[in-house]
């Protein structure tokens, strides 16, 4: 079972920006997609960003143009670079893997973002 490490979150103010980190303990080169998911305070947990492990990315609309997802298989690690923060990015994130056999499957503890002034 691959274990998920997330890393990066903090305190930024508005308009500023992250770099999440999320280190897997063995390789995610069969992982068919590797995302973030979020979930703010009483809201449900959305999925932010998703790479499949050819490289191709979505995003959801409220974060288009100012989140990037990319991963590095050899490293073992997906980033999230977060640009142009807002107060309502502030939430706790998610890494998490998808296989075609086990669904959203894998996931990380969290790490916490608030985007305050």
């Known amino acids: 079972q691959v274990q998920l490490v997330e890393s990066g979150g903090g305190l930024v103010q508005p308009g500023g920006s992250l770099r999440l980190s999320c280190a897997a303990s063995?390789?995610?080169?069969?992982?068919?997609?590797m995302g973030w998911y979020r979930q703010a305070p009483g809201k449900q947990r959305e999925l932010v960003a998703g790479?499949?492990?050819?490289?191709?990315?979505n995003y959801a609309d409220s974060v288009k143009g100012r989140f990037t997802i990319s991963r590095d298989n050899a490293k073992n690690t997906v980033y999230l670079q977060m640009n142009s923060l807002k107060v309502e990015d502030t939430a706790v994130y998610y890494c998490a893997g998808y296989t075609a056999t086990r669904g959203w499957d894998y996931w990380g503890e969290g790490t916490q973002v608030t985007v305050s002034s």
């Open positions: 790479i499949t492990s050819g490289g191709s990315t």
């Open positions: 063995e390789s995610i080169i069969s992982i068919n997609v």
